[in-house]
């Protein structure tokens, strides 16, 4: 009994010891602004995460959420009024904005086209320099911000008027240039070129000595597609321009009796030294060996030279 006791008198004065505590301990002042403000601090300062979506017109700075496109590439195409971009995504983005202009436009102002893959093709480009921008499009609200400008350069298209050189049986010739040219203004022809998808084409450069009919001697180059590329090829009697991969040459020569003499290309050679689709030029020499019907002799044509614009609308 006295041992119950005991604990009863413990446990009392352990109680007592608890009440005076608590009602002597000063309180947190920090706790007593929470309670008179009606909540505790939870350290929320009513902020917003992220930069904000782009404004949707082209200038805006973006979202740091939506990210930005890296490596950015551009070069014009071989066809000089095209420009291929590309670019490396780094998230999980499925479509991209290109944003263009002429070099040095405002982000606003330019030509914006959407692409689903990181690869685009431009069209419709002049010979002006011009910049590019990308931007991942990571929702319809959410935008990156711009990555560029990549460049590409201007370019100067030779506009010099087409000219072939020879010297034919002993005579040079400094200034041939096609049939009428000076009414034309046509440097080339793509000849076959209504013919499916996959046929043969072929570039026609004509030099002509004079527009004379009766006296002009006039050389005709054709010139596979497979060959439009520097090199030195082969040259032969013209016989079929539907389909063979060969360059092929014919000759029209001053008329003897009313007619143009009748003559055969025997042998030649064509060397390309510059196929230019920016600068849309070929260039290059040739010589030709040919057999005139009239005398029944082989004649030469030496240190031809041409220079002439690719300016029909198939390169365009």
């Known amino acids: 009994m006295k041992k119950i006791k005991l604990f009863t008198f413990l446990i009392g004065l352990f109680a007592l010891t608890i009440l005076y505590s608590c009602d002597t301990e000063p309180i947190d002042p920090a706790v007593l602004q929470s309670i008179d403000n009606g909540s505790e601090d939870t350290g929320d300062t009513g902020g917003t995460t992220g930069g904000g979506s782009s404004t949707g017109d082209g200038s805006g700075s973006g979202s740091s959420t939506c990210e930005s496109p890296i490596n950015l590439s551009a070069e014009r195409n071989a066809i000089p009024t095209k420009a291929e971009i590309s670019w490396q995504p780094i998230g999980n983005e499925a479509t991209w904005e290109i944003q263009y202009g002429v070099t040095g436009f405002s982000l606003g102002t330019g030509t914006i086209i959407s692409e689903n893959y990181f690869t685009a093709i431009i069209n419709g480009l002049t010979s002006s320099g011009y910049d590019f921008y990308v931007r991942s499009n990571c929702s319809a609200t959410e935008n990156s911000s711009w990555t560029g400008p990549i460049s590409i350069p201007a370019y100067a298209i030779d506009n010099s008027p087409a000219l072939m050189t020879a010297n034919i049986d002993g005579t040079q010739y400094d200034h041939m240039q096609p049939y009428l040219y000076s009414y034309t203004n046509n440097d080339v022809i793509v000849e076959n070129d209504g013919a499916p998808v996959g046929d043969m084409r072929y570039l026609k450069i004509q030099g002509d000595t004079s527009d004379v009919l009766e006296s002009l001697f006039e050389i005709n180059l054709h010139i596979p597609e497979d060959k439009w590329t520097p090199g030195t090829y082969d040259l032969f009697e013209t016989f079929d321009l539907s389909g063979p991969s060969y360059c092929q040459a014919n000759l029209v020569l001053p008329y003897v009796g009313g007619f143009p003499d009748g003559q055969v290309v025997s042998t030649g050679s064509i060397t390309i030294t510059e196929f230019n689709l920016t600068t849309r030029r070929i260039k290059g020499t040739f010589s030709i060996t040919y057999h ?25």
């Open 292 to 316: 005139k019907s009239s005398t029944n002799l082989d004649y030469q044509i030496t240190n031809g030279t041409f220079n002439y614009a690719l300016d029909d609308s198939y390169f365009d």
